[in-house]
């Protein structure tokens, strides 16, 4: 099991798929630290969070849970898969570093936005919370809210929008409520990000 792991952090997608292939329960598997940060969490979370998209596209279609969530992590926050998706595809978008240059490229957010469409085809569902009770949707939109949505960052602007579009288009719900948080429409629709959702400020 340790090995799969490895092998995902190492980018090796030939030595993911010999593994699984030996073994299929491997897909199943849950992480223990160290590091900590794996800690609880499935090989498709592992793959997502850490970019390899590939591995993650090829455990999907091994059969990986793309519902899973941490429930014997250390860590207070759990999140389930797809949110790592969405958190691997805004934060694989056009956005601006330092001195202005463009962090990603078009490609890496289409390879990432890819990857958030190929586990909505398998069955991920919008309404999962995290352990937080935030949405799919707010998951978005939170982490969209960390970077600069100023009207000339064209770039990052039209990669938000094809999240926020795969998301809508796959049942996300501005309205939606849990008994911890307030829809994103309460909560967001004043803000920049709402430019992202068609919700007029």
């Not at 969070?49 to 941490?70: M, P, R, S, W």
Request: aromatic share 6%; glycine share 6%; charged share 20%.
């Amino acid at each position: 099991m340790k090995a799969l792991f490895l092998a995902i952090r190492a980018s090796d997608l030939d030595k993911v798929v010999s593994l699984v292939t030996r073994n299929s329960q491997l897909v199943h598997s849950v992480a223990q630290q160290p590091p900590k940060k794996d800690d609880g969490q499935s090989p498709l979370q592992v793959a997502l969070k850490t970019g390899n998209f590939d591995i993650a596209d090829f455990l999907i279609e091994a059969g990986a849970d793309v519902h899973y969530i941490e429930r014997e992590s250390v860590n207070e926050w759990r999140a389930p898969a797809i949110h790592d998706a969405i958190r691997a595809a805004v934060f694989s978008s056009r956005f601006p570093g330092y001195g202005g240059i463009l962090q990603n490229t078009e490609a890496q957010f289409q390879r990432a936005l890819a990857t958030l469409r190929n586990m909505i085809a398998h069955g991920a569902r919008m309404e999962q919370t995290d352990s937080y009770g935030n949405t799919c949707l707010m998951r978005a939109v939170m982490d969209a809210c960390q970077l600069d949505l100023a009207p000339h960052h064209v770039e990052l602007l039209t990669d938000l929008r094809q999240v926020f579009e795969v998301l809508l288009e796959a049942g996300a719900d501005i309205h939606q409520r849990t008994a911890t948080r307030d829809s994103v429409q309460a909560q967001f629709g004043h803000k920049p990000v709402a430019q992202l959702l068609g919700v007029r400020r």
